[in-house]
C-alpha cells in the first residue's frame, strides 16, 4: 500500500490487561479474551486515565507500507525517476518483519517482465535468479495414480523463460536495490493504523503501540542429490482434494548450490466442508506415489503458510483514494491460473511510483484535499500489460464453480483461454465470501487423516517450530474477536470449531473449561505465521487480524 504523504510512529507507555480463552455450549459468563485496543478503547479503560502517550512524527513525500515486491519496485522507480530528473524526493518504506524478506513466502516461479523494465542490468547486479526453468511437467493425480496432462503453447502454466526462485532472497536483494537509490527502509516497524486529514483524505500512517502489556503451506525440503533436477517445474491437481475443492500442488527444484526443492498445496478457501484441514491435506499429499519419491532420503528444513489473493479481475476493489492507493498482492493482481502474481504486484508498483512522481513533484498541482488523489494511477494500469493478463484470464477461476468442479473448469480454460484466448463476451462471478461457504458440520462427514510418520509427513507444532516464529510474548494478542462469545456459542456449535483445522499454525484450539463445564476458545498468537487465513475463513467474520509489535511472526530464510 501506498501513502503519498506522511509517516507517523508512536509508542507508549507499558499498561496491563488480561487475556483468557473460552470453548463449547456452556451457561458459564464467556472469559475475555480479546484484549486489543482495536476492541476495548483506550479512552473508556480507566487505567489508561492519566498516561502520557509519547508520539514521534516524521514527515515524508511518499511512505510505502510494506516491503514486498510490489513496494519496493515501487519505491526503487520513484527514486529512478527523482534521480532522472534531479529531484529531490523523500520515500520512506516501512515493513512490520524484523528484516526485508523475513515475512516473503512463495514457492515462486518468477516470471521477469516486470524486472526487465524496473533494473535492466539485474544479471550484472546479481540478482538471485539462479535457475532458470528447463521442465514443465502438469498432472492430475488419483488417490495412487498420475495422469499426465501436456502443455500446450499458450496455457496459463507454460514456464519457458520463467525462473525458480526463493522470494525472500529476491525481495531481500530489491532492498539493497532501493537503499542504493537512497530509499529509506524502516524493518519492524508495524502500521497499524491510517490517519486522516479533516477533510478526510490519508495524511499518513502510525505505526503500531509497543511496551503494552500481555493482558490490555509451502516448505523447502534438501532432497538426495540422485533426485534433484535443477529447473523442473511440477503441477498437480486432484487428489488429496475433492472435485468440487478448488486446489492443486507445485514441486519446484532449485539450483541453489545443494540439492533443495520447494513444494506446497494450495486449498481455496471457498471448501464447504468444515472438517477440512489444508495443513494435513498438504501431509497427505506428500505421500503419492508420483510426489513421494523425490522425498524419501530427504529432509525439511523450512516451512510457512500464506493466504493468497485469488478473486482476481473480479475482486480488485477501487484503487485510489485522496492521500493514497493500493499496490501490489493486497488488491489481488496475481494470475490465478499461472499461480504468479510477483511480475504483476511489481509493475503495479512501478506504475504507481510513474503517476505519483508527476503529481507529487509539479509546481503547480491542484488538489482538492490535503492528501493528494491520483486516479492516474487506475488509468495506467487498466492500459497496462497487467490488466490484459488478469481480464484474459478473468473466467478460470470461477469456472470451477459448477457441477463437474475441476473437470468442469478445466474443459472451460481449454476451450475459452486456450482457442478463444478469454476474448469470451461474458464475465463469470464468484459464488460469494470465502466464510460463507462452509456448511454446518452435520451436513458434513468428518475426515480421517492418517497419523504422520515422521519423515515425509509431520506433526504441525514441529512444523510451525520451522518458520522460526517468535513474538514479544507480553503483548495484547494480535488476533482479536468482536464479540468473545461467538467461538463458542457459533463456530463449535455449528461448525465444529474449523479454526483450529484451517489455521496452519495451531493458533486456535478448543479445551475443557477449568470448571469442566462446556468448552473454551484458547488462542495461542505467538505461533501466529501472519498467514491472515482466519481473518478471511471464519465463517462468524469474528476474528479480525491486526499487526502485533513490529519486528515479530516468521522469520522466514529465503522462503
Known amino acids: 500500500d501506498l501513502t503519498p504523504l506522511q509517516k507517523q510512529s508512536k509508542h507508549v507507555s507499558p499498561q496491563l490487561y488480561t487475556t483468557l480463552h473460552r470453548r463449547a455450549c456452556s ?25 502520557e502517550m509519547e508520539r514521534f512524527a516524521d514527515e515524508a513525500d511518499v511512505v510505502i507500507v510494506g516491503g514486498g515486491p510490489a513496494g519496493l519496485s515501487a519505491a526503487i522507480r520513484l ?7 534531479e529531484k529531490e524526493l523523500r520515500v520512506c518504506l516501512v515493513e512490520k518483519a524484523s528484516q526485508i524478506g523475513a515475512h516473503t513466502l512463495s514457492g515462486a516461479c518468477l516470471e521477469p517482465s516486470s524486472l526487465n523494465e524496473l533494473i ?26 498420475r495422469i499426465p496432462v501436456p502443455i500446450l503453447p499458450g496455457l496459463p502454466m507454460v514456464n519457458h523463460g520463467n525462473y525458480i526462485v526463493r522470494l525472500g532472497n529476491f525481495v531481500r536483494w530489491l532492498g539493497e536495490q532501493a537503499e542504493e537509490l537512497g530509499v529509506e527502509l ?41 533426485k534433484w533436477r535443477p529447473g523442473r517445474v511440477e503441477h498437480s491437481v486432484g487428489w488429496p482434494l475433492n472435485r468440487n475443492t478448488y486446489g492443486g500442488s507445485f514441486l519446484y527444484h532449485l539450483n541453489e548450490g545443494e540439492p533443495l526443492v520447494a513444494l506446497g498445496l494450495v486449498v481455496g478457501l471457498d471448501y464447504t466442508n468444515p472438517y477440512l484441514s489444508p495443513f494435513r491435506e498438504f501431509q497427505r499429499w506428500k505421500h503419492h506415489p508420483f510426489v513421494a519419491p523425490t522425498l524419501e532420503g530427504g529432509h525439511r528444513i523450512a516451512y510457512g503458510a500464506r493466504a493468497l489473493n485469488e478473486g482476481g479481475l473480479q475482486s480488485i476493489p477501487k484503487l485510489t ?5 493500493l499496490i501490489g498482492c493486497s488488491p489481488g493482481f496475481m494470475n490465478v491460473p499461472k499461480i504468479k502474481g510477483t511480475h504483476t504486484a511489481m509493475k503495479s508498483g512501478m506504475l504507481a511510483a510513474e503517476t505519483i512522481f508527476a503529481k507529487v513533484t509539479a509546481e503547480d498541482v491542484e488538489s482538492e484535499t490535503a492528501g493528494l488523489h491520483v486516479p492516474e494511477y487506475a488509468e495506467a494500469l487498466k492500459s497496462s500489460w497487467v490488466w490484459k493478463e488478469l481480464h484474459a484470464v478473468r473466467n478460470i477461476r470461477p469456472s470451477f464453480h459448477n457441477y463437474f468442479g475441476l473437470y468442469g473448469g478445466m474443459i472451460y480454460t481449454g476451450i475459452f483461454y486456450w482457442i478463444f484466448r478469454g476474448k469470451e463476451p461474458w464475465t463469470l462471478k464468484h459464488c460469494g465470501l470465502d466464510a ?42 494480535h488476533l482479536t474477536l468482536k464479540d468473545d462469545s461467538v467461538p463458542v456459542n457459533r463456530n463449535l456449535a455449528v461448525f465444529d470449531g474449523p479454526e483450529q483445522r484451517f489455521c496452519p499454525a495451531g493458533v486456535y484450539e478448543y479445551v475443557p473449561l477449568e470448571s469442566g463445564d462446556g468448552m473454551r476458545l484458547q488462542i495461542n498468537a505467538q505461533n501466529c505465521v501472519h498467514c491472515k487465513t482466519c481473518d478471511i475463513k471464519d465463517p462468524s467474520q469474528n476474528i479480525n487480524w491486526v499487526v502485533p509489535e513490529g519486528g515479530g511472526g516468521p522469520a522466514y530464510n529465503g522462503m
Not at 209 to 224: F, T
Not at 321 to 325: D, I, Q
Open 27 to 51: 451457561s458459564v459468563s464467556t472469559p475475555r479474551i480479546t484484549t486489543h485496543y482495536t476492541i476495548h478503547p483506550r479512552e473508556k479503560d480507566p487505567r489508561w486515565e492519566g498516561i
Open 79 to 85: 527514486k529512478q525517476l527523482a534521480n532522472e530528473q
Open 120 to 145: 535492466p542490468d539485474w544479471k550484472e547486479r546479481g540478482a538471485p535468479l539462479n535457475t532458470p526453468v528447463t521442465e514443465d511437467v502438469f498432472s492430475i493425480l488419483t488417490e495412487k495414480y
Open 186 to 226: 524502516y524493518p519492524g516497524y508495524a502500521a497499524s493504523e491510517v490517519l486522516f486529514h479533516e477533510d478526510g483524505s490519508v495524511k499518513g500512517v502510525a505505526t503500531n503501540d509497543v511496551g503494552i502489556a500481555k493482558d490490555g503451506s509451502p516448505k523447502v525440503w534438501m532432497i538426495d542429490e540422485k
Open 321 to 325: 483514494f485522496p492521500g493514497g492507493l
Open 436 to 477: 460463507h461457504q462452509l456448511k454446518p458440520a452435520k451436513d458434513c462427514t468428518p475426515i480421517e487423516y492418517p497419523k504422520p510418520d515422521g519423515k515425509i509427513s509431520f506433526d504441525l507444532l514441529s512444523s510451525v517450530a520451522l518458520s522460526g516464529t517468535n513474538h514479544e510474548g507480553d503483548q495484547p494478542p
